[in-house]
């Protein structure tokens, strides 16, 4: 299982369940046939900013923190997330449409519209592709040769 999918099925697992250890989450992937060890688990959830919050009854689990609508990501973070999930990029007109790997979309789109670009009006995501609206009826070129850029391709 690759990167993506593996991060998207912890973040899925950390919302629907009360996991307390990295060692209990990597049993629950293993249940799941995803094999990952403790330290590729480590690494999966600080790459998705998890977090040990206190629950009900004392005992603190993972979570995976929702970030405020208008809090701007630093554009490195937006440059880690598009070299790291960006596959393919299109355009047409006003739109770019993005690829990533399936269940990766999300995690993109939510950078793109933390990211605070100027000429960035909104995304749409689905499971493996994203559009991006530019603000200009013209400036999907211009906006798909600057997230080309960031994405490496």
């Known amino acids: 299982m690759q990167k993506a999918a593996r991060q998207h099925r912890i973040a899925t697992l950390l919302a629907e369940n009360a996991i307390t250890s990295q060692g209990q989450l990597v049993d629950l992937l293993a249940s799941a046939g995803v094999k990952a060890t403790q330290a590729t688990v ?13 629950v009900p009854g004392g005992e603190t689990v993972y979570a995976i923190p929702e970030l405020p609508a208008d809090q701007i990501a630093p554009s490195d973070h937006l440059r880690r997330v598009l070299g790291e999930w960006v596959v393919e990029i299109g355009v047409s007109g006003n739109i770019v449409v993005l690829r990533t790997p399936p269940g990766s979309a999300h995690v993109v789109a939510s950078a793109i519209d933390r990211s605070g670009h100027a000429d960035i009006l909104g995304t749409v995501a689905g499971d493996d592709t994203i559009m991006v609206v530019a603000a200009n009826a013209d400036g999907g070129g211009a906006l798909a040769d600057e997230l080309g850029d960031l994405s490496d391709l």
């Open 42 to 54: 480590s690494r999966d959830l600080e790459d998705l900013g998890a977090i040990k919050v206190r």
